[in-house]
């Protein structure tokens, strides 16, 4: 039977609740299990997805695609929270069992940067987000994340065992305003990062340089950047007892380079990152196929279960054609920065 668009009351509801939500917004909630819309943003697809909650419609019986239910249980002890920021938006996973919780997902937007108010180094939770969704410590600031492997800071970009506190927003790029600043240096921002991939060389750091970069090309009207983090690597979970959370094992990143000429479609360029020491820079210049982290679209969404709604309808891979990422270049030559250039 070919999908089609069923009209009902919950439609029209849905329509308003959720303007920029699936394809064909009828589709919530009418019995049908449509992956497009299985997801938090969706309401897990109005519960179609799960036999638990699918309460079927005037089309389809539930089940009738089957189920893939990702939904948490209700009124259990697991689920997921948004918080909205001044400059940004993080998903969490929150654990109400384990009275700890930690971020899943990103999304952010960036113009030309106009101002530099410098970054925060001090690390405490957000009052406002549910206790059970963030990291959890001793004292008012977050210590540092440590592992008996890793002592000092000599070689620690050398050592696999040594984790930063790292920005899942770049810091840099929330430091335009007093209160982006206060927002990125919240907890709900930081996660375990390994040294080597977060600081310089890193291909993690890599990839917010370059958009620090190509958000000042004279032609670029806006960035917008997201993606999210898996923790399917028990391995590495060194920080339970000091932070009540997992370790991030694979980062991935989207940017959509919106240009100031509207006949340009958009540019889009992904990335899947290993959160290990020895994933650097140089792998950002290689596809994903061919040992690097530089992936088209389409796989991604794939590999990480992910159906990247906030990708524009049409669209360039141009970076992923070419097998390179974006270039970089200094501040100036950012400045005049040209899109067209690197691949003419």
């Given at each position: 039977m070919i999908r089609f668009i069923a009209s009902s009351v919950l439609s029209a509801f849905l329509l308003l609740e959720?303007?920029?939500?699936?394809?064909n917004l009828s589709w919530i909630g009418d019995g049908y299990c449509d992956p497009e819309c299985n997801n938090l943003d969706h309401q897990w697809d109005g519960g179609d997805c799960c036999e638990s909650t699918c309460n079927g419609g005037a089309s389809f019986d539930c089940g009738y695609n089957g189920y893939d239910c990702k939904e948490p249980t209700r009124g259990g002890n697991r689920y997921q929270f948004k918080k909205e920021y001044s400059g940004f938006e993080l998903t969490l996973q929150c654990d109400k069992e384990a009275q700890a919780g930690y971020t899943i997902g990103y999304y952010y937007s960036l113009v030309s940067d106009k101002n530099d108010l410098g970054t925060k180094r001090s690390y405490s939770n957000d009052l406002t987000v549910p206790t059970e969704c963030q990291q959890q410590f001793k004292g008012q600031n977050m210590p540092s994340y440590r592992t008996e492997k890793c002592?000092?800071?000599?070689f620690r970009q050398k050592n696999p065992f040594c984790y930063d506190r790292g920005h899942i927003i770049m810091a840099n790029h929330m430091d335009g305003t007093s209160q982006t600043r206060v927002d990125a240096s919240y907890v709900t921002n930081l996660v375990p990062q390994a040294s080597g991939f977060n600081q310089g060389g890193g291909s993690w750091k890599e990839t917010e340089d370059i958009i620090e970069c190509h958000r000042d090309f004279p032609d670029v009207e806006?960035?917008?950047i997201f993606?999210?983090?898996l923790y399917d690597d028990e391995s590495n979970d060194y920080f339970f007892d000091s932070h009540g959370i997992p370790t991030p094992d694979t980062f991935y990143k989207v940017v959509v380079k919106y240009f100031k000429a509207k006949t340009k479609d958009p540019d889009v360029i992904a990335w899947v990152m290993k959160n290990e020491f020895d994933d650097k820079a140089q792998r950002l210049d290689r596809r994903f196929n061919e040992g690097g982290n530089l992936i088209e679209v389409k796989q991604l969404k794939r590999l990480v279960n992910d159906t990247l709604d906030k990708l524009p309808a049409k669209f360039t891979e141009r970076a992923y054609k070419l097998?390179?990422?974006?270039?970089?270049?200094s501040a100036q030559e950012c400045k005049k920065g040209d899109s067209d250039a690197e691949f003419s």
């Open positions: 959720y303007a920029t939500a699936c394809p002592s000092g800071e000599r806006q960035l917008d993606g999210g983090m097998g390179s990422s974006w270039d970089k270049f």
